[in-house]
């Protein structure tokens, strides 16, 4: 489902698109660079504002391209500093975005998809399903919005909002190099965070790509059946591919993927379960990532005990694994991802 240029318009191109776009109104190319700066370095929200460029080209670029603006629809903030906001972009589309101050950082985990086909079932997100794929200016957008909100540009961002980045990985890396970019947001490659569910095309590509992009695979079980329940939308794929897909791409990039693992009670927290985290991290340049899960009311999901998070931290450790534990953020607002968006349609 392609994100529709009539209404996305010039928000819909990548890098790439926009040279090829400068290349066919018959400009010099480093208009495309001129572009780039006023959409995502200056954040203008009209062509007229573009005051270095022709007004020729002003011209010609307002008849043909939508430049769509986002909108604020709502936000909360939490005790923490945490800010979760939901966000309207072009043709009525709403997503989910989320500031993480901390100390001179500031994070922002942004989406790629309005909704999602995954249909994890401890995601709010999964709930409404795909409505459509994101351009990668509005990625950016989602980061430049945020940033304006909290009077500081962003340090970080991952694309660990709604949606699955690698069903939508052009777009997705065209937004990941705007936000590298000096003419863009100026954020560290090393900086930009891609999480997934696992789709292995998607880790493959992502291997060969120049840029030092960070990699970060939803797991949630290393127990095939339990992560097919989980998991519907990756249940074709098996543990062992995604495993020596991982193994390739650390061998690949020399770069240390993630495992986000969210600690389910019942569910995924028990001693099997544990084993054979173990036993999928070992031996691995890896790096596990335990998380306290935000429940979300429609999955009927607890989070795990304090204690059985303790033991998984502890097991990996005393097994050479690199594992750290995600404190908590945004407890007191609509944390869980997709919460935000669902409560609002449900209006």
Not at 213 to 230: K, N, P, Y
Request: hydrophobic share 40%.
């Amino acid at each position: 489902m392609v994100a529709n240029a009539d209404l996305v318009g010039i928000k819909a191109l990548d890098p790439a698109g926009l040279e090829a776009l400068v290349a066919d109104l018959q400009q010099p190319r480093f208009r495309a660079g001129q572009i780039e700066r006023w959409l995502y370095e200056r954040g203008v929200d009209s062509y007229a504002q573009m005051t270095d460029l022709p007004a020729g080209l002003r011209d010609t670029l307002a008849a043909r391209l939508a430049l769509p603006v986002p909108e604020i629809l709502k936000r909360q903030e939490s005790t923490d500093g945490t800010r979760k906001y939901l966000v309207g972009l072009a043709g009525g589309a709403t997503v989910e975005v989320v500031g993480l101050p901390s100390g001179d950082r500031l994070t922002v985990c942004f989406s790629t998809q309005a909704g999602c086909a995954m249909g994890c079932t401890f995601c709010a997100t999964g709930v409404g399903g795909l409505s459509r794929d994101l351009g990668p200016g509005e990625m950016v957008d989602q980061v430049s919005l945020v940033a304006h909100d909290f009077g500081r540009r962003a340090t970080n961002a991952v694309a660990m909002g709604q949606g699955e980045p690698f069903a939508n990985y052009d777009a997705t890396l065209g937004g990941l190099r705007f936000m590298n970019a000096e003419s863009g947001l100026g954020i560290g490659a090393r900086h930009l965070t891609v999480s997934t569910c696992g789709l292995v095309t998607g880790i493959s590509r992502l291997a060969q790509e120049p840029e030092q992009f960070t990699l970060a695979v939803s797991l949630h079980s290393a127990i095939q059946e339990t992560r097919d329940r989980l998991m519907p939308g990756v249940r074709a794929l098996s543990l062992p591919v995604l495993r020596e897909a991982l193994i390739d791409y650390a061998d690949k990039t020399r770069r240390r993927p993630s495992l986000e693992y969210a600690l389910i009670g019942g569910v995924n927290d028990g001693p099997a379960e544990l084993r054979a985290l173990v036993a999928f991290s070992r031996g691995m340049l890896i790096h596990v990532n335990l998380i306290a899960i935000n429940p979300v009311a429609e999955s009927g999901f607890d989070r795990a005990p304090a204690e059985r998070l303790a033991a998984f931290e502890h097991s990996l450790r005393d097994a050479g694994v690199e594992v750290s534990m995600r404190a908590e953020r945004g407890s007191d607002i609509d944390a869980a991802c997709g919460q935000l968006r669902q409560r609002q349609t449900a209006r």
